[in-house]
């Protein structure tokens, strides 16, 4: 998305707003439960059309709505829409919801990733590079994503450059807004359990394919993915249907969430949260040296 929404959107929301109208035509988001002080999706959806409801090239979803790690304050999830593209935010709101803000909310300490490095020993997909690599990097992916794509270039060669690191693709298809995602994860997981190198090929050879797939066409794409990657079609789509293949993607994208991931790709070098890894959205430069640093002050 261009920096030009970024910043209208970051200076209207620092702006002091109480809405009280109520509109609402998307699929209701996760609820506030009664009696929480947390604003309802209505509320929420008030305040964007009195912000944002004069521009008629955007529109958003109200994905979530739940408390924040902050005590008190809530954190509502929006997807925005612009013919620029998709990009997910975050907007907080106090207790006594007269004030909303655009931002982040970081982990601190000495040692401020500590837990994101506990929770991700739960990763459990594909793994690229050394068992043994002092820096594990962990994705978090959907292969209909076509900002994942972007970034499979820079994480090639950030993998090539690096030996010392290692890469975990891990499952999160984002299927509200992209139709044949939840499929792909499906047999991705299926040839990650039978081969890991054949899984990185359907991985690579998806992405490089991704425009040619439709809702109409993915399971005679995908089969043909798998066959390119050195895999059995008829045995992986068998393999994508069982209830206990799905359980292992929302597994994964369960860990996801509860690592606060809302868009993809997001990276985690050792723990550190990374949105995107383009030349839009970071640049490899800066990735190669957050990993350098890493790597220099190992304790």
Same mark, same amino acid.
């Given at each position: ?135 594990? %990097? @962990?994705? *978090?992916?959907?292969?209909?994503? /076509?900002?994942? &794509?972007?970034? =499979?270039?820079?994480?090639?060669? $950030? ?114 949260? %990374? @949105?995107? *890894?383009?030349?839009?959205?970071? /640049?490899?430069? &800066?990735?190669? =040296?957050?990993?350098?640093?890493? $790597?220099?002050?190992?304790?």
């Amino acid at each position: 998305m261009r920096r030009s929404f970024t910043l209208l959107l970051t200076a209207v929301l620092l702006v002091a707003m109480h809405a009280a109208a109520q509109s609402s035509s998307s699929k209701p988001a996760q609820p506030a439960t009664a009696g929480s002080s947390h604003p309802s999706e209505a509320t929420v959806n008030a305040f964007l059309k009195t912000m944002f409801g004069w521009d008629s090239d955007l529109t958003w979803k109200v994905v979530e709505i739940k408390p924040s790690e902050a005590t008190g304050i809530t954190q509502a999830t929006v997807v925005f829409n612009t013919p620029q593209g998709q990009q997910a935010m975050r907007i907080y709101i106090t207790p006594d919801q007269k004030y909303a803000f655009r931002g982040e909310l970081m982990p601190f300490g000495s040692d401020p990733f500590a837990s994101m490095r506990a929770d991700l020993k739960a990763a459990d997909g594909p793994v690229h590079g050394p068992k043994d690599a002092a820096i594990t %990097i @962990v994705e *978090f992916g959907d292969l209909e994503c /076509p900002a994942c &794509k972007a970034a =499979q270039p820079n994480i090639n060669r $950030l993998m090539e450059e690096e030996p010392r690191a290692k890469l975990i693709f891990q499952n999160y298809p984002l299927e509200q807004i992209h139709k044949w995602a939840m499929t792909a994860a499906k047999y991705m997981d299926c040839l990650a359990r039978e081969n890991n190198g054949v899984a990185w090929k359907f991985i690579a050879t998806t992405y490089d394919h991704q425009a040619e797939v439709t809702d109409q066409n993915m399971e005679q794409m995908l089969k043909g993915y798998v066959k390119d990657a050195g895999g059995n079609p008829d045995t992986v789509a068998a393999c994508a249907a069982k209830p206990e293949t799905e359980k292992r993607v929302r597994a994964s994208m369960a860990l996801g969430e509860k690592l606060d991931v809302t868009s993809t790709p997001t990276f985690f070098i050792n723990g550190r949260p %990374i @949105v995107g *890894f383009s030349a839009n959205s970071m /640049p490899y430069d &800066k990735v190669k =040296q957050m990993v350098d640093y890493d $790597l220099a002050n190992m304790k």
